[in-house]
T-cell receptor, first 116, second 114 residues
Framework: GAVVSQHPSRVICKSGTSVKIECRSLDFQATTMFWYRQFPKQSLMLMATSNEGSKATYEQGVEKDKFLINHASLTLSTLTVTSAHPEDSSFYIC????????????FGPGTRLTVL | AQSVTQLGSHVSVSEGALVLLRCNYSSSVPPYLFWYVQYPNQGLQLLLK??????LVKGINGFEAEFKKSETSFHLTKPSAHMSDAAEYFCAVSASGGYSTLTFGKGTMLLVSP
């Protein structure tokens, strides 16, 4: 099946710093990648959708200047949390869809961000 | 617009018992429906999906789900629960397949006791 990886799996940073999370499709070309945020014991909330080579489309209420998304290639998308604050602490999950993913979004293992 | 309602935030079963996790959806177009499982601190794994073909869909790990248009339901079942099935289960709907936005339910935690 299609495999999506995320790096890092866990990151702790100080308030005010920026953190970059990578999402890679390992065995298919991801024309579209999605970024989700999940709070403890809650469902996934879509943050943004990115198509390769285009600007990301952000959901209402998501600050695009704070959560920078880049989808520069068919196998890599990055989410950068800029000037992170403790309230940004969360579990961030990406998913990918594209050629070879059989009409299904495949999810990465997630990144646990803790901002001190 | 689409939405998903999962009845029961927690479901408890004994090992070997039937598993039934309920999902009702709302969609203005013919839906694509998915069930995902999430183990602690991990991403989501696809269990099965309905994409307008057979209404009874078989997935991995012995799970299956039946699409019932008249009831707008897509309940997940497994005849015999294993301890390893204990996890969070999410039902999701999209308008047109994997490239469109998924709308998730709030999830159901399945607890399996010996």
């Amino acid at each position: 099946g299609a495999v999506v990886s995320q790096h890092p799996s866990r990151v702790i940073c100080k308030s005010g710093t920026s953190v970059k999370i990578e999402c890679r499709s390992l065995d298919f070309q991801a024309t579209t990648m999605f970024w989700y945020r999940q709070f403890p014991k809650q469902s996934l909330m879509l943050m943004a959708t990115s198509n390769e080579g285009s600007k990301a489309t952000y959901e209402q209420g998501v600050e695009k200047d704070k959560f920078l998304i880049n989808h520069a290639s068919l196998t890599l998308s990055t989410l950068t949390v800029t000037s992170a604050h403790p309230e940004d602490s969360s579990f961030y999950i990406c998913s990918a869809f594209g050629r070879g993913s059989t009409d299904t979004q495949y999810f990465g293992p997630g990144t646990r961000l803790t901002v001190l | 617009a689409q939405s998903v309602t999962q009845l029961g935030s927690h479901v408890s079963v004994s090992e070997g018992a039937l598993v039934l996790l309920r999902c009702n959806y709302s969609s203005s177009v013919p839906p694509y429906l998915f069930w995902y499982v999430q183990y602690p601190n991990q991403g989501l794994q696809l269990l099965l999906k309905y994409t307008s073909a057979a209404t009874l869909v078989k997935g991995i790990n012995g799970f299956e789900a039946e699409f019932k248009k008249s009831e707008t339901s897509f309940h997940l079942t497994k005849p015999s629960a294993h301890m390893s099935d204990a996890a969070e289960y999410f039902c999701a709907v999209s308008a047109s397949g994997g490239y469109s936005t998924l709308t998730f339910g709030k999830g159901t935690m399945l607890l399996v006791s010996p």
